[in-house]
């Protein structure tokens, strides 16, 4: 018998400053960028869903002299979850249609 299950696999985690949480979030050097759909140089957009009630965000991932961090969409996810200086993020990957054989 196969069954669905989510796994989830951790792109990141940083203790939040102030800077993090009214700017924007840059991501540290042990991110696992792989996970992300970074191609080069250059911005894209993440599809957020955070919180209890599911709310949707798109965020921008910038990539300036060989960094990456979240600009535009993240002050807003910060705000909604009324994160704090000193908080620890963690940003999760859900691959949802991975199958494990159930036992």
């Known amino acids: 018998m196969i069954s669905k299950h ?45 919180g209890h009630d599911g709310v949707k965000v798109e965020v921008r991932c ?6 990456l961090a979240f600009t535009e969409g993240w002050v807003e996810i910060a705000r909604n979850l009324r994160l704090n200086a000193g908080d620890i993020v963690a940003l999760k990957r859900e691959d949802h249609d991975r199958k494990i054989p159930a036992d």
């Open 62 to 67: 910038s990539c300036r002299a060989g960094r």
């Open 6 to 50: 989510f796994i989830a696999m951790e792109i990141f985690n940083k203790q939040l400053t102030s800077v993090d949480l009214e700017r924007q979030l840059v991501l540290p050097n042990h991110t696992k960028t792989e996970a992300l759909p970074f191609h080069g140089k250059g911005d894209f957009m993440i599809p957020f869903t955070f």
